[in-house]
C-alpha cells in the first residue's frame, strides 16, 4: 500500500492507473476504522483492479464542535489495518491543502437537509456533499462504497451524484454489527464495555419494531411508542428520535401501507455519544 498526501501527487498516481485501463473503487473515511470499514475496502477490491481509500476527518461536517474535538484519531493503527485489508492506495490530504479557504459553495440537498438527521445536524450534510464532490473529482473512481448505517448519507450521495451527473457507480454496504447487535461505529470506542451493552438495546428496538411490522401493524404512531416503551426500560439511553418511514425517499409516513420499503431509523445518546442506526425492511 502506497501513502500518498498530496492532491497532486495522487492525480499523477490515479492517471497511470487509467493508462492501463484500472479500475478504481473508491473509500472515502474519517478513519478510526473498525470492521465496517474494513468490508468496504474488501468490496472495493473484489470489483475493482485497485481500492483507493482516504483518511480525513472533515471539520465541515461536525454541527458540534466538541463532537470534532473528540472524534477519535488513530493514524498508526489505521494505515496498518488498511494495508492488511488489501488497500493499494491510502490518501491523507492535510486539512491546509484540501481546505486552503472556508468553501463559500454549498450544496443543498432539499429535502433530505429537512428530515431525520437533517434536522438534527443543521449543515451535516452540506459538509458533507463539499467534501465528497472534492474527494470525487480527484478521485474520479469507477464505484465509491459507503456503509448503509449512514442510510441518509447514502441518499444524499446518491442525489448528489445523478444530479450532478458524476459518472461513478454508488454501492451500499450492509451495516457491519457487534454480535449483541450494536451497529459499528468509530464512536463506540468512546463507550465503555457496559455502555456498548446499554447501546445494543437501540438494534433491539429497531428489531421489536420489525417484529410488531411485520406482524401486520400499520400505524406508525403505534409503531413509534412500542420502540419507545421498549427504550424506556434503559435510563441511560437519551433517545435523539426515531422514526419509521418511507425506505425508499426517506419521507414520513402515518401508515404502513402502499410502499415496498420501510426504514426504522433511530439517534440517540450513550455515555455523551451520539449514535445512529437503523434497519430497512423490504415489504
Ligand atoms: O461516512 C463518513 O465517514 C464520512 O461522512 C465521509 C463519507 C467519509 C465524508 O467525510
Same mark, same amino acid.
Given at each position: 500500500?502506497?501513502?500518498?498526501?498530496?492532491?497532486?501527487?495522487?492525480?499523477?498516481?490515479?492517471?497511470?492507473?487509467?493508462?492501463?485501463?484500472?479500475?478504481?473503487?473508491?473509500?472515502?473515511?474519517?478513519?478510526?476504522?473498525?470492521?465496517?470499514?474494513?468490508?468496504?475496502?474488501?468490496?472495493?477490491?473484489?470489483?475493482?483492479?485497485?481500492?483507493?481509500?482516504?483518511?480525513?476527518?472533515?471539520?465541515?461536517?461536525?454541527?458540534?464542535?466538541?463532537?470534532?474535538?473528540?472524534?477519535?484519531?488513530?493514524?498508526?493503527?489505521?494505515?496498518?489495518?488498511?494495508?492488511?485489508?488489501?488497500?493499494?492506495?491510502?490518501?491523507?490530504?492535510?486539512?491546509?491543502?484540501?481546505?486552503?479557504?472556508?468553501?463559500?459553495?454549498?450544496?443543498?440537498?432539499?429535502?433530505?437537509?429537512?428530515?431525520?438527521?437533517?434536522?438534527?445536524?443543521?449543515?451535516?450534510?452540506?459538509?458533507?456533499?463539499?467534501?465528497?464532490?472534492?474527494?470525487?473529482?480527484?478521485?474520479?473512481?469507477?464505484?465509491a462504497y459507503f456503509g448503509q448505517k449512514d442510510l441518509?448519507? *447514502?441518499?444524499? &450521495?446518491?442525489? /448528489? +451524484?445523478?444530479? $450532478?451527473?458524476?459518472?461513478?457507480?454508488?454501492?451500499?454496504?450492509?451495516?457491519?454489527?457487534?454480535?449483541?447487535?450494536?451497529?459499528?461505529?468509530?464512536?463506540?470506542?468512546?463507550?465503555?464495555?457496559?455502555?456498548?451493552?446499554?447501546?445494543?438495546?437501540?438494534?433491539?428496538?429497531?428489531?421489536?419494531?420489525?417484529?410488531?411490522?411485520?406482524?401486520?401493524?400499520?400505524?406508525?404512531?403505534?409503531?413509534?411508542?412500542?420502540?419507545?416503551?421498549?427504550?424506556?426500560?434503559?435510563?441511560?439511553?437519551?433517545?435523539?428520535?426515531?422514526?419509521?418511514?418511507?425506505?425508499?425517499?426517506?419521507?414520513?409516513?402515518?401508515?404502513?401501507?402502499?410502499?415496498?420499503?420501510?426504514?426504522?431509523?433511530?439517534?440517540?445518546?450513550?455515555?455523551? *455519544?451520539?449514535? &445512529?442506526?437503523? /434497519? +430497512?425492511?423490504? $415489504?
Amino acid at each position: 500500500m502506497i501513502c500518498i498526501r498530496s492532491i497532486n501527487a495522487l492525480r499523477l498516481h490515479i492517471a497511470d492507473e487509467k493508462r492501463t485501463s484500472n479500475t478504481i473503487g473508491f473509500v472515502p473515511t474519517m478513519g478510526a476504522l473498525h470492521a465496517g470499514h474494513i468490508s468496504l475496502i474488501k468490496h472495493a477490491k473484489a470489483e475493482n483492479n485497485v481500492c483507493i481509500a482516504s483518511i480525513f476527518v472533515n471539520p465541515l461536517q461536525f454541527n458540534n464542535v466538541e463532537d470534532f474535538k473528540k472524534y477519535p484519531i488513530q493514524q498508526d493503527a489505521d494505515i496498518a489495518l488498511m494495508e492488511a485489508a488489501g488497500c493499494d492506495v491510502l490518501f491523507m490530504p492535510h486539512t491546509e491543502e484540501f481546505y486552503p479557504t472556508q468553501p463559500k459553495i454549498s450544496i443543498d440537498v432539499g429535502l433530505l437537509d429537512r428530515i431525520l438527521e437533517g434536522t438534527h445536524r443543521p449543515g451535516h450534510f452540506s459538509g458533507v456533499t463539499i467534501v465528497v464532490t472534492k474527494l470525487f473529482n480527484i478521485v474520479a473512481p469507477d464505484k465509491a462504497y459507503f456503509g448503509q448505517k449512514d442510510l441518509q448519507q *447514502v441518499a444524499v &450521495i446518491n442525489q /448528489l +451524484v445523478s444530479e $450532478l451527473n458524476f459518472p461513478i457507480e454508488i454501492v451500499a454496504c450492509p451495516i457491519v454489527r457487534e454480535q449483541n447487535g450494536l451497529a459499528m461505529s468509530s464512536r463506540n470506542m468512546r463507550l465503555s464495555n457496559s455502555g456498548k451493552s446499554i447501546a445494543s438495546n437501540l438494534f433491539k428496538a429497531l428489531s421489536f419494531i420489525e417484529a410488531k411490522i411485520k406482524g401486520g401493524e400499520k400505524s406508525v404512531t403505534i409503531l413509534i411508542a412500542s420502540g419507545k416503551t421498549y427504550l424506556d426500560q434503559f435510563k441511560e439511553i437519551e433517545l435523539e428520535y426515531l422514526e419509521v418511514v418511507n425506505g425508499n425517499s426517506l419521507e414520513s409516513i402515518t401508515e404502513i401501507k402502499e410502499i415496498n420499503k420501510v426504514a426504522i431509523c433511530i439517534a440517540a445518546h450513550v455515555e455523551g *455519544v451520539r449514535l &445512529i442506526d437503523n /434497519l +430497512v425492511i423490504i $415489504l
